[in-house]
């Protein structure tokens, strides 16, 4: 049964640090890992797929980055900015079902 | 592109009667489409999958007659709460596969979810 992990759960930094967030997943044989971004009430809105033969994928100041073979992704977020506030959640895709397993998310404030 | 919408937004009802949530998949047609359900500072937990033209598939513990699912357009599924009671009390999400996207290449698309509060 997969299993995925994020951490930390919370995370507050000043505005224009950079900051990573990370995923754990147990099983490695992943069809791809997805980050997500929930705002309070809200729904996801997603923010970059890796798929598993690939090793990292960039959209403006994100970059995502997987190890398949360790079971990690982290998510790389640059000069932060204080609408960057919000909970983080990766989700990755594996089993015969392809299944989408999501980790609980990573709550992050960037204080101005 | 690739817009779920879902309705409603929220709804509060009273316990016992039944509730139902709209997922509609606006500019892409979706063959499966997923139903999740989210507790306070929990993770999403995949309740069941939809696919047109057939039954949908339950996870395990997810009590298929409390939770119908009915997904009879490319375009539309629908989650039914019935009999609602407090603890049913929730966030549900859905989520769309483009049908145009093989399977294991393609992103989930999510809507934006409905706060459930039954009283």
């Known amino acids: 049964k997969q299993e995925v992990t994020q951490i930390p759960a919370a995370l507050s930094v000043p505005e224009g640090e950079n900051l990573v967030l990370n995923c754990s997943f147990t099983d490695s044989a992943i069809y791809n890992l997805q980050w997500f971004r929930q705002d309070p009430g809200k729904g996801l809105t997603s923010l970059l797929l890796?798929?598993?033969?690939?090793r990292e994928q960039t959209s403006g100041r994100l970059n995502a980055s997987l190890d398949k073979s360790s079971g990690r992704s982290t998510l790389y977020i640059a000069a932060s900015q204080p609408g960057d506030s919000a909970t983080y959640l990766c989700a990755v895709r594996s089993g015969g079902y392809q299944k989408v397993t999501f980790g609980i998310g990573t709550k992050l404030q960037v204080i101005p | 592109g690739a817009v779920v919408s879902q309705h409603p937004s929220w709804v509060i009802c009273k316990s016992g009667t039944s509730v139902k949530i709209e997922c509609r998949s606006l500019?892409?047609?979706?063959?499966?489409m997923f139903w999740y359900r989210q507790f306070p500072k929990q993770s999403l937990m995949l309740m069941a999958t939809?696919?047109?033209?057939?039954?949908?598939?339950?996870e395990q513990g997810v009590e298929k007659d409390k939770f119908l699912i009915n997904h009879a357009s490319l375009t539309l599924s629908t989650l039914t709460v019935t009999s609602a009671h407090p603890e049913d009390s929730s966030f549900y999400i859905c989520?769309?596969?483009?049908?145009?996207?093989?399977?294991?290449?393609?992103?989930?698309?999510f809507g934006n979810g409905t706060r459930l509060t039954v009283t």
């Open positions: 939809s696919n047109e033209g057939s039954k949908a598939t339950y």
């Open positions: 500019d892409f047609q979706a063959t499966t």
């Open positions: 989520s769309a596969r483009d049908r145009e996207r093989p399977n294991y290449n393609s992103p989930l698309h």
């Open positions: 890796i798929q598993s033969s690939q």
